[in-house]
């Protein structure tokens, strides 16, 4: 059978003011119709570009197509006019993007949009295609279709405009849909729920998907077969199921590992693929992933291995033959950080770790933003971000805080460390009440309890070098001079893994995961106790995840740290956390010991969170629980449980009546009138 | 070591280049740069010494050549007391890049302060502050400065400070936005973190990071200045001179621009020059102190 699309050597390159840089090289992929195709990599893999060669819409953006040959059934797209491209486009394949809310345009209502595309490709009445858009609408689960006609973008959530662009997408019948990262800017429940749709979808409607994605659990849900990209470059391709059994490239089978993060002991080092993504303009020689690949031999330093058949799989690697045998990832290897000076001097004090003692406790805490402010001193309606929440926090554990986006955690650590008044309530850190002492008191506290930002990018000035990002903090609190600060600066370098010449050098001549490193050593720099990191991984490449979440145990263990994990990645927070407590819509709906939570959810919530989590054997994804619906945002406050319009346990009482936290089983805690235990 | 390789490959050709930190020594020399440097550095002359610069006395007229086109005893021709443009030009500079520079000076200093303050406080502080621009944005300029000129009476530093009055609203209105937006940025949230105090952040991250666009703001601004400083002279509150700066050599010989193109064509000229030059030393200046476009700049 032919198939659908035919990507043939495709090489891609970019002109830039620094030269040209090779964005894909001999990538040859061929879709057939009605099958699924996952093209999975990293940033800067060059996975998007090549699903804008297909578009051809590489020449807003300097690109060109250099060598190889895309065809459509036959079609050769490179020789396409722009008007003969038109009518592939949108036709016979569309595209859904990452950023719903950027691909609408705002100043015209859903509605308006959806019939412009089906006329522009379909002889229609306006009626007609009206009725059609709807019907569509109503097709990929938008509840009142009719109403969202007339919405404007803007008055849609992400998870309901992705579903609108799906619409838009399907409005003409494509055979070819592409869609890049469709899900990465949304919540893990809503995630599940938008793959699920695309996968009804491509088999009512017989077409082909395309998905672009950095994530083996988005690939591991929807796809027939994978490709993994690397630097431009397929490395593996296999269909799902013996990819994910029988990785034989190094770099799928790190990705794998670090996607998924089997459950292992805690404080176990997660295997981690060293290093970061090689910039295009500087690749290594011979394998492009030798320099980070732990088989590699002087044969990959030297040439690039061609791709090869393994029964079903191709492989472009040295080694493929040898690998599958090996269990995956072998020993992992001590980070840097080790072979720096790390544990000397600077590292005595280790906090009196009494475990169990309560490091910080949080009563009734509130905190209400005011939407729109009218007069000055006069706010009128208010949202509550964070709504009576009441914990501890112990010391030297690790309590993860885990919940969709909206749920009022990042609100929650910013309170904890007052970067933000909290409208009600208290908080003892130790013995000191943090809501009532004053500036001054509050500044020299900071120096025990830091902060780890979500984005590497923003949290450190761009005008400042990395020794004085780092030093910031000494200046503030110890004072310290000249060589006695290069010292401590150099030594709190070498403990987050960064080689100590880097002092001289700016934030942008660093990757995202170097980055974060630096960011980590801003906050260890005053030996705190307390450490609250505020989805410290979730901007991060998949491979680096890993590496980050090694360096924040590690240095727990040498400095008894406390650290508020804040993320939404649950295997993540699973992976870290001593105990996990999961917010919904301002509360804590539940609080249990991480592995009891995983093992028996007693909130629905917390089960449906669970069910989530992409499993890496397709076979094994069986029908998760389904959470249909999104969180509310709504200034009413609704009565009873916030969570019953979502729940599939909801009875009358939890409309009446607002469940509190209670003690269910040993450690556990759950706000649930019917839990699950 | 791994990643300590990989560091290196990842910054690339950077790493066969020692990185220099600090000063504003130009990497290699650039053509465009050179040229903007050596104007400027010419006009500063003339402001300085004009009598070494200037082939006549800007006073001196002869009779028998009035509204001479450019030629070699005059190179950019006479006007019509037979003054020679070329040495009123060279001698006008110094009250013209007085009247520009000083004006944006006081203009951007005090309406920068004004937006800073009430960008960063906000509030209350932000709202009288932010009327009160309004209030003077709703005047046009040169009706402002017309009105404080003929207040303050005929004088050089009068007619500076009723310039620098009507460049005041948009340095304001520029500054406020940059430092609403930088103040929410996450690096600055992560040095409160840290226990910086709000005037620490203010000056260490916030102003630096707002500075830039003022900074090319203030150099645009110079040309208008000087206009704006001539239009006073033409409308009579001006200073009273022998010798005429750019503006008033402008209006002067706007009447005979269809017969004598020479006239206001050269102080035009020099206007554009300056302008194009200190927008091309601003811009060099404004990547060479940003680190991440240091790289570029040269």
């Known amino acids: ?677 | 070591m791994r990643e300590r390789l990989n560091l290196n490959i990842m910054l690339g050709k950077r790493e066969l280049r020692p990185y220099r930190t600090g000063g504003l020594r130009p990497r290699s020399y650039n053509v465009l740069l050179i040229a903007a440097a050596a104007a400027i550095a010419w006009f500063a002359g003339c402001a300085i010494a004009p009598d070494w610069l200037a082939p006549y006395p800007p006073t001196e007229m002869s009779s028998d050549s009035l509204m001479q086109p450019p030629s070699w005893a005059h190179p950019f021709g006479t006007d019509y007391f037979g003054r020679d443009v070329l040495s009123l030009v060279v001698y006008g500079s110094r009250d013209s890049l007085f009247i520009g520079v000083a004006s944006i000076l006081i203009g951007g200093l005090a309406g920068g302060a004004i937006g800073a303050i009430s960008g960063y406080i906000g509030g209350l502080t932000d709202a009288v502050f932010m009327r009160a621009v309004d209030v003077l944005m709703t005047i046009p300029g040169v009706l402002l400065a017309l009105a404080v000129a003929s207040a303050l009476g005929p004088s050089l530093f009068n007619m500076v400070a009723a310039v620098s009055l009507g460049t005041i609203p948009g340095f304001a209105r520029l500054m406020r936005g940059q430092t609403l937006g930088i103040k929410n940025r996450p690096y600055i949230v992560a040095s409160r973190s840290v226990g910086v105090t709000r005037f620490g952040i203010y000056w260490k991250h916030v102003l630096p990071n707002s500075l830039s666009p003022l900074v090319v703001m203030a150099t645009l601004g110079i040309g208008g200045s000087i206009l704006t400083g001539s239009g006073l002279s033409f409308l009579g509150v001006g200073v009273l001179k022998e010798i005429p700066d750019w503006g008033e050599l402008l209006s002067q010989g706007r009447s005979y621009l269809t017969v004598a193109w020479w006239i206001c064509t050269f102080p035009g000229l020099a206007i554009a020059l300056l302008v194009l030059s200190v927008n091309v030393i601003g811009d060099w200046l404004r990547d060479r102190l940003d680190p991440r476009r240091r790289g570029e700049a040269n």
């Open chain 1, 1 to 677: 059978m032919k198939p659908l699309l035919d990507i043939q050597r495709l090489s891609v390159d970019f002109n830039t003011k620094r030269g040209v840089l090779h964005a894909l090289h001999e990538v040859s992929l061929t879709i057939k119709a009605g099958e699924a195709v996952c093209l999975v990599g990293e940033s800067g893999s060059g996975k998007t570009i090549a699903s804008k060669a297909v578009m051809r819409l590489l020449g807003h953006e300097n690109g060109s197509i250099v060598n190889g040959r895309i065809a459509l059934s036959g079609l050769d797209l490179n020789s396409l006019t722009q008007s003969e491209l038109r009518a592939v486009r949108g036709k016979r394949m569309a595209m859904i993007f990452q950023e719903p809310m950027a691909a609408f345009d705002p100043v015209y209502t859903i509605g308006y949009q959806l019939v412009e595309t089906i006329r522009r490709h379909e002889s229609m009445s306006k009626s007609a295609a009206r009725k059609h858009a709807a019907s569509l609408l109503g097709r990929v689960g938008i509840p009142e279709p009719e109403l969202c006609m007339k919405q404007y973008p803007g008055e849609l959530s992400g998870g309901m405009l992705q579903r609108a662009m799906i619409a838009m997408a399907l409005s003409c019948g494509p055979e070819l849909l592409i869609a890049d990262e469709p899900t990465t800017a949304l919540d893990m429940t809503i995630q599940a729920q938008i793959l699920r749709l695309l996968k009804e979808l491509q088999k009512e409607f017989g077409m082909a998907l395309f998905l672009i994605t950095h994530d083996f659990g988005v690939a591991a849900r929807v796809a027939d077969r994978i490709a993994v990209m690397y630097a431009g470059r397929i490395v593996e391709q296999a269909p799902a199921q013996e990819l994910f059994a029988r990785p034989r490239h190094p770099y799928t089978r790190g990705l794998i590992e670090s996607a998924f993060m089997p459950d292992r002991e805690r404080g176990e080092k997660l295997p981690a693929i060293p290093g970061s993504i090689p910039n295009l303009n500087a690749l290594p020689e011979g394998c492009v992933f030798h320099p980070r690949c732990l088989h590699a031999t002087d044969r990959c330093r030297v040439s690039e291995p061609p791709t090869v058949s393994f029964s079903g799989s191709e492989v472009a690697c040295w080694h493929a033959s040898e690998l599958p045998g090996v269990s995956p990832m072998p020993e992992s290897r001590p980070p840097l950080s080790e072979s720096g000076g790390a544990g000397g001097t600077g590292w005595g004090r280790m906090h009196a770790a009494s475990e169990g003692e309560d490091l910080f406790r949080v009563e009734g805490l509130y905190k209400d933003y005011p939407l729109r402010s009218g007069l000055p001193g006069r706010p009128r309606a208010h949202i509550r971000a964070v709504d009576g929440v009441s914990f501890t926090i112990r010391q030297g554990e690790t309590l993860g805080l885990v919940g969709e986006s909206g749920s009022g955690k990042s609100t929650l650590g910013r309170l904890l460390l007052r970067l933000e008044p909290a409208t009600a309530g208290t908080l003892f850190f130790q013995d000191t009440n943090l809501t009532g002492i004053g500036a001054s008191k509050l500044r020299r506290m900071r120096k025990d309890m830091q902060m780890i930002f979500q984005d590497p990018y923003g949290s450190l000035d761009p005008r400042w070098n990395v020794g004085e990002l780092v030093g910031e903090p000494l200046d503030v609190h110890l004072r310290l001079k000249g060589a006695d600060k290069k010292e401590r600066i150099e030594e709190i370098l070498a403990a987050v893994g960064l080689d100590p010449s880097v002092m001289n050098r700016y934030p942008h001549e660093f990757s995202g995961g170097q980055r974060q490193r630096i960011g980590i050593a801003r906050a260890i720099a005053l030996n705190p106790k307390f450490v609250v990191a505020d989805e410290a991984v979730s901007a991060l490449d998949v491979s680096v995840q890993a590496q980050i979440v090694n360096l924040l145990q590690d240095l727990q263990k040498k400095m008894g740290l406390t650290y508020l994990f804040i993320g939404h990645g649950l295997h993540v927070v699973r992976h870290i956390s001593d105990r996990i407590a999961v917010m919904h819509q301002g509360r804590i709906v539940e609080i249990s010991p991480s592995r009891q939570l995983f093992r028996r959810p007693a909130h629905p919530y917390t089960r449906a969170l669970i069910a989530s989590i992409p499993h890496p054997d397709p076979q094994v994804q069986a029908e998760p629980d389904r959470m249909d619906g999104e969180p509310l945002f709504s200034t009413r406050t609704l009565s009873g449980c916030r969570f019953r319009m979502r729940c599939p346990l909801a009875t009358d009482r939890c409309r009446e009546e607002r469940p509190e936290l209670r003690r269910l089983d040993g450690e556990q805690y759950a706000a649930c009138h019917n839990p699950l235990l």
